[in-house]
């Protein structure tokens, strides 16, 4: 048990997780959502150059996010956001900076909630009303993180094999179906729209940010740069194979057209007779959701628990529940609206958290020569 | 799949296996006639509850339903039936003449939308109506899908007579900015009446699959002959296991190729105002009948040379096709804007035009690998 930990006031258990449970954690959180839901902005935007968009300027975003993560890390071991903000910028702000991150926070969980109804509802149960499949997530979701983050790093240990598998299994015989030529011509409306393509990709690979609020329960933090490396070029072949996979078989004009077409490639391929596969891969497309949406309301509860000091995060869980479970209800669009706000408003508003505020919180930490230096004091 | 919430027995569910759709006159106005073919596997030739159904005594019945718009007909398909509609079983939809011709958009929009029916579906276009295609009985398989697939399937990688294009790769060109579509052609066969046994109901002998339907952006404006769709195969697919059959004059009657490998290349380029395409096909084959004669090292020079030539002469009656109809579905300027993309961009404002008035260049060589022969002509006394 971690002194240290204890001084923060979460009341949770002093976990620590490793440095590959971290990138796995990671991987699947960015993934889970990101391959079904990216593809078709992307392509819609790049068209036949969308899977360039993930390549690199999502990867830039994710380690820069992940290299100021670890930095605010080193000048505040053992500390996360809610605590140094009010170092760094004193009370009031720095509990500002804490809400702002809170509510971010929220609506990050709202959106993955309702990107895995709005899926299912479609894909599959188009019967069951949302607010069940809703609930249903929610509850998984409140009973993962009350287990703590030691449980969803091993669920996620767990999962991961099976995600690859399946994945694999989508390209592999996605293969007799390519035709290398839809990819062509490249570059044709020149640099600019894979840039404002990119921004997409980009705000998914960024969620790397949540990092700030279970930095030092990773026991080897000298490992999160590297091994978060791995995981964002992991992330970002994944990305970017997904969507060239979807475009050499559909083409860019029917890729942008598909809401997901990533499943709709699963409907597609077959493999000498052996059709329909899809509801098995979409079985372990959801445990990777169940990931995402525990680890998203894990952090929500340590980001809320650390914000009023003493109050324990066990206390926290079940207001924090019906909060969310209520701003989901509220939260209230169809897929076309979802898909409008997670194309248009949703990277705008998440790389300012994801980037910009821990960028200037970092850059004022250096100037006003806040917390530990470098060399150890 | 409903899920447990409203779960539905397979009983209760309506399993089309498939669709029709015709935009017909009826009384003053115009709508949707939708037939939908189910496969019933409970009730063999069992009339219903005196619902509107057809039995076909095959496992298979015919429903239909009307409706202003393609959504209410769909509607109207089940409504008398109490069945819960299943999309996910649908082998092919078909598209009435008449349907393609007006009312394109709404038919992709009802399929893009509706999730449950998947990608891989067949599109075709009747020759007439569609619900006319889906009363006919199979010939030799249990159901008219079974039948449909099968045919597909066969023709497309076989003889090269016809193409199955599936929904994805059909909304995948209506979609794209530089080439039009093409959708199997499908007929239904006059009525043969039953010779051997007069007094039963006159045999209806099914579909045939006959070429295609060539499309001019959303309207349907014409059919290729089977000559004009083996043009169309031999420009547009890599062959690697093919069994074309093409009658090749010589000297002493016609000689049977098959066509098992076949690959096009074409090259696009500009000159002043022209747009020019070359098609160059590289193909192999098989002399399958040649009278019992043999074939000298020189005669099978002059073999290839005729078989180059008659193939180029299929491609050019599919090429004039194309530039009469207006309509690009060879994918020529496809292949420029994704080759030559710099000379796509003078092009596209008017590529139709552009590819009617193109100067085209054909040109085929064939390989034959080998004379089939196998034993001597049979020496028939006369």
Redesign the interface.
């Known amino acids: 048990m971690i002194k240290s930990e204890l001084e923060g006031g979460i009341g949770i258990k002093a976990e620590k997780i490793s440095g590959t449970q971290m990138a796995i954690l990671l991987f699947l959180m960015v993934t889970a959502t990101g391959v079904l839901f990216v593809p078709s902005i992307t392509t819609q935007r790049a068209k036949q150059d969308a899977w360039l968009a993930s390549l690199i300027l999502p990867f830039i975003t994710g380690l820069i996010v992940l290299w100021v993560v670890g930095q605010l890390g080193k000048r505040f071991p053992s500390q996360t956001l809610p605590q140094y903000a009010e170092v760094i910028l004193g009370k009031g702000p720095g509990k500002l900076l804490s809400v702002g991150y809170i509510l971010f926070l929220l609506f990050f969980n709202v959106l993955v909630i309702r990107e895995f109804g709005e899926f299912v509802n479609i894909a599959y149960l188009s019967k069951t009303p949302a607010w069940a499949l809703h609930t249903v997530l929610m509850l998984l979701a409140w009973f993962a993180a009350a287990k703590g983050l030691e449980v969803i790093a091993r669920l996620a240990q767990f999962v991961l094999p099976l995600f690859i598998t399946s994945f694999s299994f989508i390209l592999l015989f996605s293969i007799p179906e390519v035709e290398p030529a839809r990819l062509l011509p490249i570059l044709e409306g020149g640099i600019r729209p894979l840039l404002y393509a990119s921004i997409v990709p980009a705000s998914w690979f960024g969620e790397v940010v949540v990092l700030l609020f279970f930095l030092p329960q990773i026991n080897q933090p000298h490992e999160v740069l590297p091994l978060g490396g791995w995981a964002l070029l992991a992330m970002a072949l994944f990305f970017t194979l997904d969507t060239l996979a979807t475009i050499s078989v559909f083409g860019p004009d029917l890729s942008g057209a598909f809401t997901f077409p990533f499943w709709s490639l699963s409907r597609y391929i077959q493999l000498r007779g052996i059709e329909r596969i899809d509801a098995f891969i979409v079985l372990i497309w959801v445990s990777g959701v169940v990931i995402k949406s525990a680890l998203g309301f894990y952090v929500l509860n340590v980001a809320v628990a650390q914000l009023f000091k003493n109050v324990s995060y066990r206390k926290i869980l079940f207001p924090a529940a019906v909060v969310q479970g209520a701003a989901v209800f509220w939260f209230n669009v169809d897929t076309f609206q979802l898909m409008e706000i997670l194309a248009m408003v949703w990277p705008l508003v998440s790389l300012m958290f994801e980037l910009v505020l821990p960028l200037g919180l970092l850059g004022w930490t250096i100037v006003t020569r806040k917390g530990r230096r470098k060399s150890g004091s | 799949?409903?899920?447990?919430?409203?779960s539905t027995e397979v009983e209760d569910l309506a399993l089309f296996s498939i669709l029709g759709f015709d935009w017909v006159h009826s009384g003053d106005k115009d709508e949707w006639l939708v037939s939908a073919l189910l496969i019933d596997p409970g009730s063999s030739g069992k009339a219903d509850g005196g619902m509107s159904s057809t039995s076909k005594e095959t496992g298979e019945k015919l429903l239909q339903g009307k409706g202003e718009s393609i959504e209410k007909a769909v509607e109207n398909l089940t409504q008398n039936t109490g069945r819960v509609p299943f999309w996910g079983g649908i082998v092919a939809t078909i598209l009435g003449e008449r349907a393609a011709q007006e009312k394109l958009e709404d038919f992709m929009n009802l399929k893009?939308r509706r999730?449950?029916a998947?990608?891989?579906t067949f599109v075709m276009v009747a020759h007439g109506r569609a619900s006319d295609v889906l009363k006919k009985k199979p010939a030799i398989n249990q159901s008219l899908a079974q039948e449909l697939n099968k045919m597909a399937e066969l023709r497309m990688h076989n003889l090269g007579i016809s193409c199955a294009i599936?929904s994805?790769d059909f909304?995948?060109i209506l979609?794209?900015?530089d080439r039009d579509a093409v959708a199997t052609g499908i007929e239904s066969l006059s009525e043969v009446t039953n010779t051997a046994n007069p007094s039963s109901e006159s045999q209806k002998s099914g579909i045939t699959l006959a070429g295609m339907g060539v499309f001019v952006g959303d309207r349907l404006s014409g059919w290729l002959s089977e000559e004009e769709t083996m043009g169309y195969v031999l420009v547009t697919k890599k062959i690697k296991r093919g069994e074309m059959i093409i009658q090749i004059p010589t000297s002493s009657g016609n000689a049977t190729l098959k066509l098992t490998q076949s690959r096009p290349v074409i090259h696009a380029s500009v000159t002043g105002e022209r747009v020019n395409y070359a098609i160059s096909i590289k193909a192999q084959g098989v002399v399958e009948e040649l009278g019992g004669r043999e074939l000298t090292d020189a005669e099978i020079l002059k073999f290839e040379e005729s078989a180059g030539k008659r193939v180029a002469d299929i491609v050019q009656k599919t090429v004039t096709k194309a530039q009469d109809e207006r309509s690009d579905f060879l994918g020529l300027s496809e292949n420029m804007?994704?080759?030559k993309?710099s000379l796509?961009k003078t092009v596209s404002p008017n590529w139709r035009t552009k590819f009617q008035e193109a100067s085209i260049s054909i040109e085929a060589q064939v390989m034959i690998s080998h004379t089939g022969r196998i034993g001597k002509k049979l020496e028939i006394k006369k």
Do not use: D, K, V
């Not at chain 2, 799949?1 to 409203?6: P, R």
């Open positions: 799949m409903a899920g447990c919430w409203n893009m999730e449950g998947r990608p891989r599936t994805a909304a995948a979609l794209s900015p804007h994704r080759w993309p796509w």
